[in-house]
């Protein structure tokens, strides 16, 4: 159904779908244990977090999902892509599986998805790992993004060329030579044509920067709702020299959650999961053994 060729390896996980109202929402599903959610950002899939699914499913049950529209979910060419559906779409899939006691793992635009479907299930949650993302209302947005949201160009740099999901290859890491052949196949797979970025351009479409955009009034719910997670137990991963969430954003959410554990990586961009996987996997794993409940 979806070819995997070009990185077969790097991406061993079974597929499994979700039914939304007919839409299919494609997610993995790898080991047993405690629940471990994982939420990508934009232009990503469940694809990001192949390493850290490949170890931790050894000890805990790892989902990852795929936004509609991204990865292997469906990919609707008329659908409301927007922050209120993909939260929605979430909270389902995790009401669906009866999914108790998780640990979030998020990023990018994950972050504002993962802990929006928090704020509407807080009893669900129970710990959350947060990788260079933002869940509150910003004015930081840089150039090379806004470009993307420009009328024409902007539609044709995203859609027609994959500008967008290619740039992100080179300019979303440090350690380029990570990006093996195989690695750059398995993120541009699912966006092979213009129909299959329809996500990738809503996403970009949909950054709430005034009150007036359609998604402004979900964001300020979702921030709002992050107090409900003062005393949760959180870890912060951040890729110091990511250009787009940048340290900026870390000590925004470190000032909302002063208790928060935080690890800088000051080597790693925004795909800190591909610049970093090796001293983030013994964090995590360190982080989740001691917050036992």
Known sequence: MHSRAGFESEYPFPSKFFDLDGVRYHYVDEGQGDTLLCVH????????????????????????????????????QDYEYRLARHIENLSRFIAGLDLQ??????HDWGGAIGMGAAGRMPERFSRFILFNTAAFR???????????????????GVRGMNLFAKAALSMAVCRRER??????????????????????QRFVEDIPLSPSHSSWNTLVEVEEHLALFRKSPMLFVWGMRDWCFTPAFLDEFLTRFPAAEALRLGDAGHYVFEDAHEEIIPRVRAFLTNRVE
């Open 41 to 76: 950002g934009n232009p990503t899939w469940s694809f990001a977090w192949r390493n850290l699914i490949k170890d931790l499913s050894r000890d805990y049950r790892v989902l990852a999902v795929d936004h509609v529209g991204c990865g292997f979910s469906d990919k609707p």
């Open 138 to 156: 910003s004015q930081r947005m840089p150039f090379r993004i806004a470009v993307c949201r420009w009328p024409i160009l902007g539609v044709l």
């Open 101 to 106: 006691k998780i640990t979030l793992l998020a």
């Open 179 to 200: 990006m093996t052949p195989a690695v750059r196949a398995g993120y541009l797979a699912p966006y092979d044509n213009w129909n299959n970025r329809v996500a990738i």
